[in-house]
């Protein structure tokens, strides 16, 4: 048999091998003229190297990439290295970002932007042996540099391809939700899924774990933007389906399985949170800790970050939870678009009231993320006496993350952003109170 006729060079980092497998997992069941191989770059140095031999073996090479916001700068320079060492592949782009600011993925030195959903779109640039002509979902730019956009990329039911591959033995988390309803003006999900709710079916998720057990996993994750909205429709939890799922998990990995849900890498919404559930929980997983998303102690930054829900939800899925048996993580999100001192030493407030509780705060600072309704937005600014606060929390440990470095990169969005404008787009950012009603003012 000859050789390939097209290799695809992952470029494999650890922050985004999940997106990958649910490619691989689509490519594995794909039926096609073209004949490929996949190669993996854990390394800059390990894809320059595969696209070199790929070259010399007359193989078309597409580099594939997949990349969160923060990441972009720091890739773009690794891009350019990669191009210079080993120069003719086309370099594709895909994930939040690329889906979120196409063209200035393309100016920052990829070759294609795969904008939204990937898994229809790369087999479709299989069968058409790399070419991106007619493969809807790309942007990219002609031979007279005119920016080409193909349209939408096709959206497929959940469970139409796997969660993961098994050609390769790679596993992961199963995407049990895609598409979230609340449409956070922070976060980038509903607005590259969808602000709705899409789910794999029990069965589906089921045969996925089966599989785990087959190749000797024990523990089963779960990747959703909000856990118990598994199998709703709308802001309302479906507690009977989210226990046929874990029931059904429970059973599929076996008696020296453990199954985790509402715990790393997903979380639960506060609004969400009730003995039903939690006891739910504690009958079918091996989970002692839950992630509820706070996001801030301020009702002010709460609706106008349409969270959905108030500050004393947060209390009470504390409370809860604690009551529980449950350790209790915090995510909060310091230096949003228009906070002010006020709303800070209330975010503040709250971290404390909760550590108290025995919960632990994972803070975060502001990141005007692309795609979002506060893209345009300033980086998170986080005053010293609130720095100073959430410094003594960290010491006695109940807070932890890495907000003075999402600081950096909140910088480095902001003026990306700003290199990048959006003529008319607009932040809807809170307005700032007068300085008698702010925080400190007699």
Not at 31 to 43: I, K, N, P, S
Not at 260 to 285: D, T
């Amino acid at each position: 048999m000859s050789g390939p006729e097209l290799v695809l060079v992952l470029r494999y980092r650890k922050a985004v091998t999940y997106g990958f497998h649910v490619l691989l997992g689509a490519l594995e069941e794909h039926e096609t003229a073209t004949r490929y191989e996949v190669r993996f770059g854990d390394t800059p140095e390990s894809t320059a190297e595969h696209v070199q031999a790929a070259h010399a073996s007359g193989a078309k090479v597409l580099v594939l990439w997949s990349f969160y916001s923060p990441d972009a700068a720091a890739l773009a320079e690794e891009l350019a290295a990669i191009k210079r060492t080993a120069p003719g592949a086309v370099h594709v782009a895909g994930g939040v970002h690329a889906t979120a600011e196409p063209v200035q993925t393309l100016d920052a030195g990829w070759d294609i932007a795969a904008v939204g959903e990937g898994e229809s779109t790369l087999l479709a640039l299989v069968d058409n042996g790399g070419d991106p002509a007619g493969v809807t979902g790309l942007v990219y730019r002609d031979g007279s540099g005119n920016v080409v956009r193909t349209g939408k990329a096709h959206r497929e039911p959940l469970g139409r391809y796997r969660a993961f591959p098994l050609t390769y033995k790679r596993m992961n988390p199963i995407e049990i939700t895609r598409g979230c309803v609340y449409a956070c003006r922070f976060c980038q999900t509903p607005f590259m899924f969808s602000a709705r709710f899409r789910h794999r079916s029990v069965e589906n998720v089921r045969w996925h774990v089966d599989r785990m057990r087959e190749f000797g996993k024990r523990d089963v994750r779960f990747i959703t933007p909000t856990s118990l909205s598994y199998g709703a429709d709308d802001e309302e939890p479906n507690l009977p389906a989210v226990e046929e799922l874990l029931a059904s998990c429970k059973e599929g990995i076996g008696p020296h399985g453990r199954v985790f849900f509402g715990s790393f890498p997903s979380e639960i919404r506060p609004e969400h949170m009730s003995v039903e559930a939690l006891r739910l929980v504690k009958k079918y997983c091996a989970n002692d800790n839950l992630i509820v998303g706070a996001q801030s102690g301020s009702e002010r930054v709460l609706e106008a970050a349409k969270r959905g829900h108030d500050v004393e939800s947060v209390r009470r899925a504390v409370r809860l939870g604690v009551a529980e048996g449950f350790r209790i993580n915090v995510d909060m999100i310091f230096g949003m678009p228009g906070e002010d001192p006020a709303d800070a030493e209330a975010s503040l407030k709250l971290a404390q009231e909760l550590a108290a509780l025995g919960a632990r705060i994972h803070s975060h600072v502001f990141m005007p993320l692309p795609g979002t309704p506060w893209r345009d937005a300033p980086p998170g600014d986080v005053d010293p006496e609130t720095i100073r606060a959430v410094s003594r929390l960290a010491q006695q440990g109940a807070l932890y993350g890495h907000w003075q470095k999402q600081r950096e990169h909140a910088v480095r969005l902001a003026a990306a952003a700003e290199a990048h404008p959006r003529p008319g787009r607009s932040s809807t950012l809170l307005p700032i109170r007068p300085a008698s009603e702010q925080a400190g003012t007699p």
